[in-house]
């Protein structure tokens, strides 16, 4: 079976325009996480999407950052008036229906962000 | 709110020699699970601890869970040059998500 996409694999953008990333989660599961990795750097928790409840959004930077997700599939990480700073790698995983923290995530391939 | 720690930052060995990772929690853990970041690529799950005191081994890898469930360790005997790349515990506390720790990076020179 497929794993977690994401797209673009690569944005380069100018600073102060807005960017849309995309992830497709792997069938079935139900949460799906967002982080981000600077060069050189661990993983930053963005947010969280369990099923129907409400995400976990404790992790956003700034109110530049938004994420959405249509039920248990697709989910989009939105940048609104990017700045350097925020150039990384993006990286989506998801993790299968299960108690709580249970179970091992699935890493995409990330959407590497440069802007300019 | 939660922190994990994790050392040292950068690890070089010759290939053979052993390799130890060594993860601590600002507060006590539900469980811990590691990955593995080839240069390039995205996070890959390696196992995942939940009792206390718990020893898990993969071939040459050995994962040790403390009995406070605040740290944990990865130790690789005789590292290979497949073992390059960068080893990352990540924590679950009281919170639904993972806290990552900032990750060692393994270089295994031939």
């Known amino acids: 079976g497929a794993g977690v996409s994401q797209s673009p694999s690569n944005k380069v953008t100018e600073k102060g325009k807005d960017v849309e990333l995309r992830c497709d989660p792997i069938s079935g599961h139900t949460a799906l996480y967002w982080y981000r990795q600077r060069l050189g ?32 599939s697709v989910s989009t990480l939105t940048i609104q008036r990017t700045q350097q700073e925020d150039s990384a790698v993006y990286l989506c995983a998801s993790r299968q229906p299960g108690q ?8 995409g391939p990330g959407t590497r962000l440069t802007v300019t | 709110g939660q922190q994990v720690m994790q050392i040292p930052q950068y690890q070089h060995v010759q290939e053979g020699e052993d390799f130890t990772t060594y993860c601590n929690s600002s507060t006590t853990l539900s ?3 590691w990955y ?14 939940v009792k206390s005191g718990e020893v898990k081994k993969q071939k040459r890898l ?7 469930k605040k740290n944990s360790s990865l130790h690789i005997t005789a590292t290979q040059t497949t073992d390059v790349g960068t080893y990352f515990c990540a924590g ?10 900032s990750g060692t990076q393994l270089t295994v020179l031939p």
């Open chain 1, 41 to 72: 750097q661990g993983l930053e928790f963005l947010i969280y999407f369990q099923g129907n409840s409400a995400p976990d959004k404790s992790g956003l930077p700034s109110d530049r950052f938004s994420a959405e997700r249509t039920g248990e």
């Open chain 1, 100 to 107: 709580g923290r249970s179970y091992e995530q699935y890493f």
């Open chain 2, 31 to 33: 469980n811990i699970q």
């Open chain 2, 62 to 68: 050995t994962f040790q869970f403390g009995e406070a």
């Open chain 2, 92 to 101: 679950s506390g009281s919170a639904r998500q993972l806290t990552f720790g």
């Open chain 2, 36 to 49: 593995k970041q080839r240069p390039g690529g995205h996070p890959v799950f390696l196992i995942q601890l």
